[in-house]
Nanobody, 114 residues
Framework: QVQLVESGGGLVQPGGSLRLSCVGSGSIVSITAMGWYRQAPGKQRELVASISSGGRTNYADSVKGRFTISRDNAKNTATVYLQMNNLKPEDTAVYYC??????WGQGTQVTVSS
């Protein structure tokens, strides 16, 4: 049984920072890629950043230089982080953790507004 639980969302002013966390539990989470996706109202869900089990990262062009993904692995668990700096109003969305070949977390709201 795989579970992904996100935390760390909230309201922040433009230019501010937030750090999202996703704790994954289950037998394969530590050996599979994990990623963060987001979905804004009226838009499709999109990839924000991903990280392989070995630490190779990939970012959407819109967040390169502002967001950093990282992960900690342990036996049957993995935690993935998304450090978001210099946030912009267009970063407002529900952010979802993805891992273990297709499992999703429940989502956490990020709102960037003055």
């Amino acid at each position: 049984q795989v579970q992904l639980v996100e935390s760390g969302g909230g309201l922040v002013q433009p230019g501010g920072s937030l750090r999202l966390s996703c704790v994954g539990s289950g037998s394969i989470v530590s050996i599979t890629a994990m990623g963060w996706y987001r979905q804004a109202p009226g838009k499709q869900r999109e990839l924000v950043a991903s990280i392989s089990s070995g630490g190779r990262t990939n970012y959407a062009d819109s967040v390169k230089g502002r967001f950093t993904i990282s992960r900690d692995n342990a036996k049957n668990t993995a935690t993935v982080y998304l450090q978001m700096n210099n946030l912009k109003p267009e970063d407002t969305a529900v952010y979802y953790c993805n891992g273990a070949n297709g499992y999703w977390g429940q989502g956490t709201q990020v709102t960037v507004s003055s």
